[in-house]
């Protein structure tokens, strides 16, 4: 029996003295502000006070915490603000072991004021373990001492069939009398469903307005960190003309209905990632508060006996002038519930009268975050359920051949062992691999049970498989020829007539999204029914895949979506809900599957790596004449369902890219390898690849040339306009609008002055997903090969932006993000095996690393919104790589840059 205090309640807990704090606080005492870590102590997410100190909860044996006194972030709360319904002030708290624990039990929290620590509160260190530069802008977990969480976003594709939105808008009222609108369950005409009945007509709401005015709008798209639950709304809140602070949220959960045509969707097309999340819904949820707006004027010009046309808005109430009085819209609920809706759309609002779109707002959940309430999937608590974690095969489609769990069975809380079978090699993905699951009352005892396992693999095809090969093999590819996949122009003349060629070859490594949040899911599976509460950036994509897992239809499977610890485009592939499906299926429970760091580190859907090979013809003036570039690498569509080998470039070479029409003969050529590392999507997807190499390409032309680097970027965009752009992002691309951004970064970071040995600048810019944005980097790099960012300039053009704070927030959490990828990131194998397992092998930038002087401007071009959750990565390796060469004359064309820069002084590594 060890006793101790938490947030200065006493805690006896009985059960292995080996358990982690971590574990403790979140199994047992159900307390979620403290979140799951890399185990090593290196990211900060499970950071607590003990005794007054910072510490990594991950790394602090129960056993430890005799007498001592813990402090979690939910003991930061004041005492006015009663954050924790289940507090209950003096009560104590006993554990017993995870055998005999009851699964689900909801424990009390604390927010006393004696936890508070107003007596001091420690500081991290800029060489704390805890103390990355990720926890700052980038994650989206809370952290105790460093700044709140950013954002990040994800390329989407929907297939679902879509239900005409705006005219189906319907209005109606709840049992507490509430007014409501949004979506019909199915359209107006009554359509028959798929059994062949009529369903009653419910509303799937998007505003509600309670007879105390309260006004609570729903949010239909998965919150990863973008914004989207405060955006969203914003746009909403604009239009129904009422207080930004009298708004609350509420998430609203996957809907899809069975039609006789198939399913459509309930509350509008669900879904984030490519920076679309934002832009799809732009017209509609404007529209959505227009209409409520419009339902509340015709309600009171009925009452009051005038034209709908006689009254007009103030926030929360209809005025009407010639009437000489105003009614509060709480008043017009009940009259407005029963009218028809119009068939026109009411006009929006003009630019010049908004009032909270484009207006800095505060994320509405950040309170919540920073205290420990707001919920990830990880903090999913039900009652009864079990734990789960999955061993996984090491080796790149390997199987189980047999395994021996009899020391498993004998660790205390192991429910159940059993295998879970993954693909066969070169099959589609449901899940990604083949393993061993263990259940148990908590996820230390399911981890414990793990370890003890031990499991003979069959390696399979892919255990030769090496980055070494990789590399050669791609290299071998370049000197043949390949699909030519794009070809203006009379290339081969314009290359055979120039007056020099330049060529170059750049290698982009594979890289893991690591999200702070590790992957997860609760999954109970009953004989006709399905829940899933998941953090996922496709909640319809998580109902294929559960019912790929279970054979249930959809229509029967409950996909709820918690906030996202981070997404990256790693969340819009479910293989996690298929195996968390899989194993309740399985055992008939409620469970919640739990990756650890290492699970998300070695089974991922990797960005792909490449080598690309760049080569430009000159003519006699210094005028790109010709321009190719050659990529050799594993395509993110490798065992995509029915996709042809000839189609698997077009997710690595986007063929609209700079420079094409504006170098006339312009060419692009693609090489596959086959290497059997999962690929997918992450964050800017190949554009992240693709802005290095030609951004690095043009500086290279422009010292070959004799030209400066800006100068030569000015002259290839040259004036705005409007060029076709046929792809993710488009349909135009204006080549003025990134010669803006560079303007303005390179007078900000006084791009032409001269600078002292040893310092330099470095520029770039890029298109990506309709967006805009550009970097300047000034650096030192000294005579031992040390690297110092000393300034960064980054802007980014998204036309208008919507909620200011977050794009800000997208771009500072972009430029961290590319500053750790670029600096020391890449997945390498060995062996068939995945050779990084965690932070301390794939190092995240530190605090130390990003410069005091870092600017971030939003500059807006015109009244069109785009995304921004990738359009901030792309140029920042590229001036980051561009900015070490103008210093010491280093040039960096293989990422990442690591101890090249050492190497380069022959200084030891």
């Known amino acids: ?68 006194s813990v402090t979690t972030i939910e003991g930061l709360a004041p005492d006015d603000d009663n954050l924790h319904g289940c507090r209950r002030p003096g009560s104590n708290w006993t554990l017993r072991s995870a055998a005999i624990a009851s699964p689900g039990k909801s424990w009390p929290r604390s927010t006393s004021s004696s936890a508070i620590l107003c007596r001091q509160t420690p500081t991290l260190t800029p060489t704390s373990p805890a103390c990355c530069a990720v926890a700052a802008p980038t994650c989206v977990f809370a952290r105790l001492f460093i700044a709140p969480p950013r954002s990040r976003g994800r390329r989407v594709a929907v297939a679902e069939p879509m239900i005409s939105r705006r005219h189906f808008l319907v209005a109606g009222s709840t049992v507490t009398g509430s007014f409501v609108l949004g979506l019909p369950v199915f359209d107006l005409a009554r359509a028959e469903l798929a059994d062949g009945t009529f369903g009653e007509r419910q509303i799937g709401y998007f505003v509600e307005i309670t007879p105390k005015g ?129 068939e026109e759309a009411p006009p929006l609002k003009a630019i010049r009268d908004y009032r909270i779109i484009g207006t800095r707002r505060d994320t509405i959940d950040s309170l919540d975050i920073v205290t420990g309430r707001s919920k990830f999937g990880l903090d999913t608590q039900v009652e009864g359920m079990r734990y789960a974690v999955i061993a996984r095969s090491p080796i790149l489609n390997g199987r189980v051949k047999s395994f021996d769990d009899s020391a498993a069975r004998k660790v205390a809380g192991v429910l159940d062992v059993f295998t879970i079978e993954g693909p066969q090699a070169g099959e589609p993905y449901v899940i990604l691999a083949s393993g061993v699951a263990v259940v148990a009352t908590s996820t230390w005892a399911a981890m414990k049970g793990r370890d003890a396992l031990e499991i003979k693999w069959e390696p399979g095809p892919n255990a030769d498989d090496s980055s070494e090969r990789f590399w050669q093999e791609n290299a071998a590819m370049l000197e043949t020829t390949g699909q030519i996949v794009t070809d203006d122009g009379d290339f081969e003349a314009a290359m055979a007539n120039a007056h020099k060629v330049v060529t170059r070859r750049y290698a982009v490594p594979f890289v893991s999204h690591q999200p702070m949040e590790p992957q997860n899911c609760f999954a109970h599976v009953r004989e006709d029914s399905c829940h899933i509460i998941a953090p996922t950036q496709m909640p319809a994509g ?101 996709m042809p080998t000839e189609n698997l470039w077009q997710a690595e070479l986007y063929p609209d890219d700079f420079p094409r029409r504006i170098v006339d003969n312009y060419r692009l050529e693609y090489f596959h390898n086959s290497i059997g590392l999962p690929r997918g999507s992450w964050r800017a997807p190949a554009h992240t690849a ?105 802007a980014i053009d998204c036309g208008y932006a919507v ?87 280093v040039r960096i064309r293989k990422l990442p840059i690591g101890d090249q820069l050492r190497k380069a002084t022959n200084r030891p590594v």
């Open 542 to 642: 998580a109902s294929r895949a559960a019912a790929a897992a279970t054979g249930l239809p959809r229509e029967n499977i409950r996909v709820d979506m918690t906030r996202v610890g981070g997404a990256f485009g790693r969340r819009l592939t479910n293989d996690y809900v298929a195996e968390a499906a899989m194993i309740s299926k399985q055992t008939g429970w409620p469970i919640q599957l739990v990756w650890s760091r290492e699970d998300d580190m070695t089974n991922d859907f990797y960005r792909p790596g490449g080598l690309h090979e760049v080569r430009a013809g000159i003519d006699g003036d210094g005028q790109v004449t010709a321009w190719t570039q050659r990529l050799a690498s594993g395509s993110k569509y490798y065992r995509r369902p029915d």
């Open 803 to 889: 909620h200011p704070n977050a794009v800000e927030a997208q771009l500072q959490g972009a430029t961290i993000d590319g500053i750790s990828v670029a600096m020391g990131q890449e997945i390498t194998v060995t062996n068939g095996r995945v050779r990084q397992s965690n932070f301390h092998d794939y190092p995240l930038a530190r605090i130390t690393q990003i410069p005091v002087d870092f600017e971030a401007h939003v500059l807006n071009y015109d009244e069109t919104p785009t995304g921004v959750g990738e359009v901030g990565i792309p140029s920042v390796a590229p001036a980051l790589t561009n900015a070490i060469y103008a210093a010491s004359g």
């Open 214 to 342: 309260e006004v609570i709008i729903g949010s239909n798209q998965p919150e990863i960190g973008q914004g989207l639950r405060t955006a969203l709304p914003m746009m909403v809140a604009e239009e129904l003309d009422v207080e930004w602070k009298d708004v609350s949220i509420r998430q609203m959960p996957l809907g899809l209905l069975k039609t006789a045509d198939g399913y459509a969707w309930k509350y509008g097309g669900q879904g984030v990632g490519g920076s679309t999340g934002l832009t799809s819904n732009w017209q509609f949820m404007r529209e959505v508060g227009a209409q409520a707006r419009q339902q509340l004027v015709r309600a009171a010009a009925a009452r009051l006996g005038v034209l709908p046309e006689a009254c007009r808005t103030r926030p929360g109430y209809v005025l009407c002038d010639a009437a000489g009085g105003e009614i509060a819209y709480a008043d017009l609920i009940e009259d407005a519930a029963k009218l028809g809706m119009p």
């Open 1 to 68: 029996m060890i006793s101790f205090t938490v947030n200065d309640h006493p805690v006896t807990f009985d059960g292995d003295d080996d358990t982690p704090l971590l574990w403790v606080l979140r199994d047992h005492l159900r307390l979620t502000g403290t979140k799951y870590s890399c185990g090593l102590g290196l990211c900060g997410a499970c950071v607590v006070h003990l005794d007054g100190d910072a510490a990594a909860s991950c790394r602090v044996p129960v056993a430890s915490l005799e007498g001592r």
């Open 690 to 794: 693709n802005a290095f190499v030609i951004q690095s390409f043009i500086d290279e032309l422009a010292i070959e040339i004799g030209q400066d680097p800006l100068q030569l970027r000015l002259d290839l965009l040259g004036e705005a306009r409007e060029l076709e752009y046929d792809g993710h992002g488009g349909p135009t691309f204006n080549p003025g609008r990134v010669s803006r951004l560079l303007k303005f970064i390179a007078e900000r970071i006084a791009y032409g002055e001269p600078r002292p040995a040893g310092t330099g600048v470095g520029i770039a810019g890029h298109f990506t997903f309709g967006g805009y944005a550009a970097h300047a980097f000034e650096v030192t790099v000294d005579e031992h090969g040390e690297l110092g960012i000393d300034r960064i300039v980054a």
